[in-house]
């Protein structure tokens, strides 16, 4: 089946550190790809939608000068953190669908992000 | 726009005891259906969609739900669950159609756990 990649799978780092983590479908061109937010106990918030080659689309209510996507291949998305801070703390989870939208989205590993 | 409820947040339960995970959804357009798993610090797994067709779906793992457009629900049901099963489940549903976003939308999740 399908494989999405998400890299790194866990990130320590300090208060002001701006941290990236990347998505790659494996063995299908990813046309759309998600990030999510997972809280603690919580469901899974949509924060944006990335089609390849052009701008993503954020959700009410997530900042986008905040969490960079660029989604520059139709293999990879990268979301970046910039100056994080404690309350960026979460587990952020990317899936990718192929050129047909009525395809199910498929998720990779997730990243646990954790800002001292 | 669509929302999704999953009307139990923890379902305990014994091994080879039967489960029913409710999952109640809104939709002003026609949606397509989709049960999710998540292990403890993972992504997810799809289990189960309906897109159209039977209004029953059964997965490779014993699991099956079932479509009811007139009570707007897609209830996972498994007839004898195993340790292995525990997990969080999602339910979700996205929408289709010309000029489909493909967006998922989650329920709040509900935590499986089974028993000895």
């Known amino acids: 089946g399908a494989v999405v990649s998400q890299h790194p799978s866990r990130v320590i780092c300090k208060s002001g550190t701006s941290v990236k983590i990347e998505c790659r479908s494996l063995?299908?061109?990813?046309?759309?790809m998600f990030w999510y937010r997972q809280f603690p106990k919580k469901s899974l918030m949509l924060m944006a939608t990335?089609?390849?080659?052009?701008?993503?689309?954020?959700e009410q209510g997530v900042e986008k000068d905040k969490f960079l996507i660029n989604h520059a291949s139709l293999t990879l998305s990268t979301l970046t953190v910039t100056s994080a801070h404690p309350e960026d703390s979460s587990f952020y989870i990317c899936?990718?669908?192929?050129?047909?939208?009525?395809?199910?989205?498929?998720f990779g590993d997730g990243t646990r992000l954790s800002i001292l | 726009a669509q929302s999704v409820t999953q009307l139990d947040s923890q379902v305990p339960v014994f091994e080879e005891a039967p489960v029913e995970l409710r999952c109640n959804y809104s939709?002003?357009?026609?949606?397509?259906l989709f049960w999710y798993v998540q292990y403890p610090n993972q992504g997810l797994q799809l289990l189960l969609k309906?897109?159209?067709?039977?209004?029953l779906v059964e997965s490779i793992n014993g699991f099956e739900a079932e479509f009811n457009k007139s009570q707007t629900s897609f209830h996972l049901r498994k007839p004898s669950v195993h340790i292995s099963d525990t997990a969080e489940y999602f339910c979700?549903?996205?929408?289709?159609?010309?000029?489909?976003?493909?967006?998922?939308?989650f329920g709040q999740g509900t935590t499986l756990q089974v028993k000895p």
């Open positions: 899936s990718a669908r192929g050129t047909d939208s009525n395809q199910p989205q498929h």
């Open positions: 063995d299908f061109q990813a046309t759309t």
């Open positions: 990335s089609n390849e080659g052009s701008k993503a689309t954020y």
């Open positions: 939709s002003s357009v026609s949606v397509y």
């Open positions: 309906y897109l159209s067709g039977s209004t």
């Open positions: 979700a549903v996205s929408d289709y159609g010309s000029g489909n976003t493909g967006k998922l939308i």
